[in-house]
């Protein structure tokens, strides 16, 4: 059973920054697309970043895009999200989670596995 365990949110001024992380275990980590995705409340579910089974290549939402660097370290079965620039437009709950394969990557459908999420909250 693949587990997902997501980290280091907390509350941060406009401007700040914060590091998540998301340490996996019961799947062969380095072998799946990662993926980022942010729910703010009453809203949908929204994709954030992804990378890579080897993290060669990355992919941010055009509201991130800039400010936030998503990446893993196979070794250690964890990915990251460096979260720079922080705006109060970006508190959410923050999902890391894990591929079902290499399509739909920008979207919840894309993922079969999820953390339980971490709030990040963003004060003006």
């Known amino acids: 059973q693949v587990q997902l365990v997501e980290s280091g949110g907390g509350l941060v001024q406009a401007g700040g920054s914060l590091r998540l992380s998301c340490a996996a275990s019961g799947r062969t980590f380095s072998r799946y697309f990662m993926g980022w995705f942010r729910q703010a409340p009453g809203k949908e579910r929204e994709f954030v970043a992804r990378?890579?089974?080897?993290?060669?290549?990355?992919y941010y939402a055009d509201s991130v895009k800039g400010r936030f660097t998503i990446s893993r370290d196979n070794a250690k079965n964890t990915v990251y999200l460096q979260m720079n620039s922080l705006k109060p437009e970006d508190t959410a709950v923050y999902y890391c989670a894990t591929a079902r394969a290499g399509t739909y990557l920008e979207a919840t459908r894309g993922y079969d596995y999820w953390g339980q999420g971490t709030q990040v909250t963003v004060s003006s």
């Open positions: 990378i890579s089974w080897s993290g060669d290549s990355t």
